[in-house]
């Protein structure tokens, strides 16, 4: 079954850092671009970084660059966001979703839900 | 820029519905469509504009190129009531998502 489980949310203070996983199985994770996308409470999904199956491209949302770190374990399946001087307004559930390179994300975690709140 | 109407539509089952999504600028075909039920997570249905995901049914359908796009759903079923997303699909061009679309029960 292929399966993508999100980790790694938590409740943080403004300024805070947090570094979330996804753990992936059922496909070879090596081959794949991933992205990141997340939905702040009763809002619009927006996407938040990508990363190419070799992470030799990264690509951020400016809302999050300078901030935000993708990166990618192929060996245990795994991706990352590090997210540094976290604030209120990055309160959302972070999905991890497998890109097609023919555009679409086509399999997504559950989510992990991190609150930023003093 | 995804803009995508209505925000929000009442339907009856059996209906037809459309959702609109209008790039700026043109994307070409790199246009995604996604269904959210409250507290899942969304799920793909049609990619390249036009191409449904495997397992997706037929009643979905998609269509366009460059600025203008749309989903239709035909003969509306109670599982379809939820919320419907668009989204620019090339990485290269900072993929974003419509504002979406909330398929109610009239």
């Known amino acids: 079954e292929v399966l993508l489980v999100e980790s790694g949310g938590d409740l943080v203070q403004p300024g805070g850092s947090l570094r979330l996983s996804c753990s992936a199985s059922?496909?070879?994770?090596?081959?794949?671009?991933m992205t990141w996308v997340r939905q702040a409470p009763g809002k619009g999904l927006e996407w938040v970084a990508y990363?190419?199956?070799?992470?030799?491209?990264?690509y951020y949302a400016e809302s999050v660059k300078g901030r935000f770190t993708i990166s990618r374990d192929n060996i245990n399946y795994s991706l990352f966001l590090q997210m540094n001087n976290l604030r209120v307004e990055d309160t959302a559930v972070y999905y991890c979703?497998?890109?097609?390179?023919?555009?679409?994300?086509?399999?997504w975690g559950r989510g992990t839900m991190v609150t930023v709140s003093s | 820029q995804m803009t995508q109407s209505p925000s929000s539509v009442s339907a009856s089952v059996g209906d037809r519905v459309t959702i609109t999504c209008r790039a700026s600028?043109?994307?070409?075909?790199?246009l995604a469509w996604y269904q959210q039920k409250p507290g899942k997570a969304p799920k793909l249905l049609i990619y390249s504009a036009s191409t449904l995901d495997t397992g997706v049914s037929s009643r979905f359908s998609g269509s366009g190129y460059g600025t203008e796009f749309t989903l239709t759903i035909t003969d509306l079923q109670p599982e379809d009531f939820a919320t419907y997303y668009c989204?620019?699909?090339?990485?290269?061009?900072?993929?974003?998502f419509g504002g979406g679309t909330k398929v109610e029960i009239k």
């Open positions: 600028p043109g994307i070409n075909n790199w």
């Open positions: 979703a497998r890109d097609m390179a023919i555009g679409g994300l086509n399999i």
């Open positions: 989204q620019q699909a090339n990485t290269f061009f900072a993929p974003k």
């Open positions: 059922g496909f070879i994770f090596s081959s794949n671009t």
């Open positions: 990363i190419s199956s070799s992470e030799t491209t990264i």
